[in-house]
């Protein structure tokens, strides 16, 4: 161990008095030899005399460099660790409070929703009031119309009602609508008016004229014992689906099944109500 040590100081003497004749070396100015070639030599001078080789300079160089990219990786491997664990965190859940504005406003939406429909419906019912009452202040019908039959002979009624089904049925409505409006001008207590006067209402339905439609199938009731009483209470029902009024609709397919319980129509009736 003391031996070691010996060996130490004499060396770190002779690493000194090396350097000093080193310094002097280049004072003096030797040529031909670079600055780093001279430092290069001395290290190399140095490393021989601790007994330390080219290689185990080159393994202790190129182990430090490792060891420095290694905290290096490591630096930046810390760095992601918060992004991705901040990535893989879930979002945080809605509050009580914010949820229960959520809540009421969808309510306020849908009470909203609510209002305008019913507005529209009121307008719709309206209009349907406005055109009644306008029609009720005629006193007649157009029955003179050009090629209709302005009075038809109460031996002739049952053929001329005959003839304006066949136009009916051969889609020729204006000119149906002509006849039965005709018969009924001639006899209105005749035992096919309320016929007369259902058909008056097919033939605007036909027409798409609803509302005329509307009215006419109403006056079906105005007429004692007839047997288009059911009928009329169904067409009563499609004229408001065709005009939008599901609301009144189902009133009347209702109305039907209560009123006419044996009616043909009342199957119908019923599927128009679940489709509503």
Not at 102 to 115: C, D, P
Not at 147 to 176: C, I, M, N, R, W
Not at 192 to 221: P, T
Request: glycine share 6%.
């Amino acid at each position: 161990m003391i031996n070691r040590i010996m060996i130490l100081i004499f060396a770190g003497f002779f690493i000194a008095s090396l350097l000093s004749n080193c310094g002097t070396s280049r004072k003096e100015g030797e040529e031909g030899v670079s600055e780093e070639e001279a430092k290069q030599k001395e290290l190399d001078e140095i490393e021989a005399l601790l007994g330390i080789t080219r290689e185990e300079s080159d393994t202790q160089k190129q182990e430090q460099k490792k060891g420095q990219d290694d905290d290096m990786l490591g630096l930046l491997k810390s760095d992601q660790v918060p992004l991705q664990e901040e990535e893989a965190a879930p979002k945080k859940p809605v509050s009580a409070d914010t949820q229960k504005e959520i809540t009421q406003l969808k309510s306020e939406v849908e009470k909203k929703n609510q209002l305008i429909a019913d507005l529209q419906a009121q307008i719709r019912r309206q209009g349907d009031k406005i055109y009644e009452l306008e029609t009720q202040k005629q006193t007649a019908r157009p029955y003179a119309a050009a090629g209709s039959v302005s009075d038809v002979p109460p031996g002739e009624y049952g053929d001329t009602y005959q003839q304006a089904l066949d136009q009916f049925h051969s889609h020729d409505y204006k000119a149906a609508l002509q006849m039965f409006e005709s018969l009924l001008a001639s006899d209105a207590n005749n035992s096919l008016s309320d016929n007369a006067q259902y058909w008056i209402g097919e033939c605007h339905y036909a027409l798409r004229q609803y509302k005329k439609a509307i009215i006419d199938f109403e006056k079906v009731f105005t007429f004692p014992n007839s047997n288009k009483d059911d009928a009329a209470q169904f067409k009563l029902g499609l004229c408001y689906i065709r005009l939008g009024d599901n609301a009144k609709a189902r009133e009347e397919f209702q109305r039907l099944i209560d009123v006419f319980p044996n009616s043909e129509y009342v199957r119908r009736a019923r599927e128009h109500l679940t489709a509503l």
